[in-house]
Structure formats: C-alpha cells, structure tokens
C-alpha cells in the first residue's frame, strides 16, 4: 500500500517573550523491514538525520517567534507498507550480537518497572511454563492480552506496573506490560510508537513493541491488536524507544523560553496514493 502522510505541527509561544536561536526536532519516521520511504519534504527546508535506534529526524532553526505567535513546519512523507512475517525465516544471530542486545534492551526504565513485585511474581510464573525465549514472549503476550481489559485512548500512560495491578489499559499499557514482563526475565524488548491506517484520514495513534528472539532478531508484537510477529501493511512505524522509555515526537531547544509557555501540537493525517495522487 503507498501512502500520503502529511504532519503539521503548530508551536505557540504563550510567554511573554520572544523565542530567539530555536531548534526544532521532529520524529518523522523509523527504519521497518515492512515499510520503505519513497520521499520525504520538509518546509521550511531543514536537516534529515538517522539517530538512535534508527529513528530519523528533521533538525530545522526556528525562526523569532513573538509572544502570541505560532510556528507551523509541515512534512510530506510517501511511503510504501507491506504486510509481513518476521517469523517464516530463521537467522543466525552472533553472539556477540545477543549479549551487547541484551546489555542494552533489558533494563529497568520509567514505565518499565521490572523490579515491581507484581512484575517480579508474573514474570516468574511465565517463565515457569517456558522453554526458552520464543515460548515466554508467545505465553507473555497471551497474558497480557488475557488480563489487561483494552481500552481506549487514556489521557494518561499508566506504565506496566500499574497495568498489572489494575488490569487495564491503550495500547501505550499492553506494550509496557509486555516489555518489562520480558525484561524481567533479560528478555531484550523496546516500544514503537506509530500510527494504524484504517482507510480514514486521520490515523489512530497506536503503540507496540518489538522483543528480541535467538533465532529470529527483532520480532514485532501487538498486544493490544493480538500480532505476534506479524504487521499488517496499515501500520506507520514513528519512533522506536528502547534505550530510553520516551522521546517526543517534537522537541524544541531554546535558551530563553520556560518550557511551560510553550504549546506543541501535531496533526497527522494519511491517504492512499493512486497512480501516484493521494
């Protein structure tokens, strides 16, 4: 499927002062196996970058804004989803490969509370019925998918622990709960933030994650969505978080602005391409 997605971001300086020598950073997309970036246009003109994680970036300067005034950067993204198994083929993973995984993507972060006793309790008694990694991410994804009630858009992310306690939550709880399950037990796992196209023009946000599998690499897992190693070709893949448990979708740097007057909004919105016009 080839997509139009537009983003139009909107920054309001509510203080009472001008915003001098800004920096804006904005998450534009995240390398995928199952999605390929035909173009990409940026106005106004700014730097496109990978960093970590493969995420990449527009870095533009922001130009003076006075108090009241607003800055609205947009990006055009043309890209190409296909619904894929990252299951079907096995691959030899180094060792060296494995270890420096894990060192990396099986630590306690916010939202990912791994020392939390529930977590602790739960994790034990899946890895009780495992026999290596492949079967705990399948028991834990069943878990998670049996006891947290799904809801819909809280205004909150609640975290893994609390979604062990209270047995509910989005997307942004199925996806902690899984990954501080497996981290528990130095199962490597990281969050992807995104958005799911249902033929409408505005995408829902959406969350998943990915756990790391001795035979297979990164592997990705909805829970909340019920796929384990499989995404649909209606999945956008934005940010990866695993080194870190958050990144925002847009940040702005500036010397002389309380972070607290300033307003940052996103609209997203998608469209099929046909014959190359969404």
Known sequence: MRLRIEMQADVLNRGRSKIH???????????MDNQFVEMIDVFPPARVMQRAEKNIVAIMKVPEISPGEAFSPTAILRID????????KQQRIPES???STIGMYSSMQKYWEIDN??????SQSIAEKSDGDFTFGKLAFQVVREQVKLKTHL???RGAARAAVEKEGDCDEHADLFIALTRAVNIPSRR???????GKPEPEPHAWCEIFLEDNGWVPVDPALGRFGVLSENYFSRIREGLVSQRPTIQLKTSNLDSGLLSIEENVTMAIVRNNHA
């Open 117 to 122: 006793p529930v977590i602790q309790s739960l």
């Open 97 to 99: 490969v494995r270890k």
């Open 192 to 198: 992807v933030i995104g958005h799911f196209f249902k």
């Open 155 to 157: 205004d909150e992310r």
């Open 81 to 88: 989803t296909t619904s894929r198994d990252w299951l079907i």
């Open 21 to 31: 020598n800004g920096r804006l950073i904005w998450h534009l997309f995240t390398d």
